[in-house]
């Protein structure tokens, strides 16, 4: 079973500021299986990247998603204060089998 | 993306069935295009796929429950369903239905989630 690992667990930035979050998986993945959502309090995830690097219909250019093999990466360029939320990736398998990771909560400095 | 909403209890006993329901719109449920599916959020915690159900009734579950749950669907009524028995506090979660979807292979529409507390 493949384990997806974000870190770090939190991060503190401001406004404007770049975040960038990483999502490790324990084995190599297909990066087409790799999404990352957000969560912001009382609502349910929202899909942001699909496919480790295609945003998903609506949302801002702001979110690029990267990375191939073990090793994924969320970047939000500038960050506006509606990004402060907690970020999770999650991966598909043929298994089938669906995992996410223990998510991201990028917090205002 | 589809519009999902969950109905059931918010209060189950220790020990007996938690049951669910998702109700689709916005598409047919029988389009093929999503695996129907349900995800738990423990409070304060990460999330945790628990199943999902393809049209034709084929399930893929999480080795973790696969004893305890059970999932359904009723095209007729474009409801899917989650039953998990024998509960204990540690099911006490927000429970969420959701669409994966084949093209993108992500949840690209959610329930709004309903908390189920297991209390004796």
Known sequence: EIVLTQSPGTLSLSPGERATLSCRASQTITYTYLAWYQQKPGQAPRLLIYGASS?????????SGSGSGTDFTLTISRLEPEDFAV???????????LTFGGGTKVEIK | QVHLQESGPGLVKTSQT???????????????RYYW???RQHPGKGLEWLGYIYYS?????????????????DTSKSQFSLRLSSVTSADTAIYYCAA??????????????TLVTVSS
């Open chain 1, 55 to 63: 945003r998903a219909t609506g949302i801002p250019d702001r979110f």
């Open chain 2, 57 to 73: 009734g084929t399930t893929s579950q999480n080795s973790s429950l696969k004893s305890r749950l059970t999932l359904s669907i």
């Open chain 1, 87 to 97: 970020y999770y990736c999650q991966h598909y398998d043929s298994s089938p089998s």
């Open chain 2, 100 to 113: 994966f979807s084949k093209y993108d292979m992500g949840f690209d529409s959610w329930g709004q989630g």
């Open chain 2, 37 to 39: 599916s349900w995800v």
């Open chain 2, 18 to 32: 938690l049951a669910l329901t998702c109700t689709v719109s916005g598409d047919s449920i029988s389009s093929g």
